[in-house]
T-cell receptor, first 115, second 113 residues
Framework: DGGITQSPKYLFRKEGQNVTLSCEQNLNHDAMYWYRQDPGQGLRLIYYSQIVNDFQKGDIAEGYSVSREKKESFPLTVTSAQKNPTAFYLC??????????????FGQGTRLTVV | GNSVTQMEGPVTLSEEAFLTINCTYTATGYPSLFWYVQYPGEGLQLLLKATKADDKGSNKGFEATYRKETTSFHLEKGSVQVSDSAVYFCALSSSGGSYIPTFGRGTSLIVHP
């Protein structure tokens, strides 16, 4: 079955530590996205990529980094520069273009907690 | 830029009540419109969609009509069930926004037996 997989489901980070969240899709989608979800704030875009080896900052990119070396993979690193990283992180993918079948497909999310 | 505004929650209903969750949007280009649902601790799932004006999306008893004249895409269901309790997100994508999905803040629905 085609889909999008995030791992791990739960992640704990110590102060000053970098952590990497995995996101893999086998839907052959060109576009991939990372969103952060905090209670009452909806989804905020961190980074997105619409082609391999290229990515763009979203609304809240500070303290995060990404790579897109393969079409299927879009890992997110939460660096020590991110002062408040505790949140639920969602990865999504979609085809690009107008009209039908342009919806986003989401992974199950990673809940990151600073300890 | 693109934006989506949806009514704040929580919306609390009794089972079999009628549901409306309002959603309005601002977009450049000709957006596609979506409703997603999120159950606790999970990612978002597509509930329904509409890709042009006057289209009606429907799924699992939920409906929404793409109203270009009022820039709205309100979600409705005639008779809610306890199992419909979740958070609902209105969203759009358009060429003017580089096709990046833009989401509203989400509306929590709580259905009591």
């Amino acid at each position: 079955d085609g889909g999008i997989t995030q791992s791990p489901k739960y992640l704990f980070r110590k102060e000053g530590q970098n952590v990497t969240l995995s996101c893999e899709q086998n839907l052959n989608h060109d576009a991939m996205y990372w969103y952060r979800q905090d209670p009452g704030q909806g989804l905020r875009l961190i980074y997105y990529s619409q082609i391999v080896n290229d990515f763009q900052k979203g609304d809240i990119a500070e303290g995060y980094s990404v790579s897109r070396e393969k079409k299927e993979s879009f890992p997110l690193t939460v660096t020590s520069a991110q002062k408040n990283p505790t949140a639920f992180y969602l990865c999504a993918s979609s085809i690009l273009g107008q009209g039908v079948n342009t919806e986003a497909f989401f992974g199950q999310g990673t809940r990151l907690t600073v300890v | 830029g693109n934006s989506v505004t949806q009514m704040e929650g929580p919306v609390t209903l009794s089972e079999e009540a009628f549901l409306t969750i309002n959603c309005t949007y601002t977009a450049t280009g000709y957006p596609s419109l979506f409703w997603y649902v999120q159950y606790p601790g999970e990612g978002l799932q597509l509930l329904l969609k509409a890709t042009k004006a006057d289209d009606k999306g429907s799924n699992k008893g939920f409906e929404a009509t793409y109203r270009k004249e009022t820039t709205s895409f309100h979600l409705e269901k005639g008779s809610v069930q306890v199992s419909d309790s979740a958070v609902y997100f209105c969203a759009l994508s358009s060429s003017g926004g580089s096709y990046i999905p833009t989401f509203g803040r989400g509306t929590s629905l709580i259905v009591h037996p």
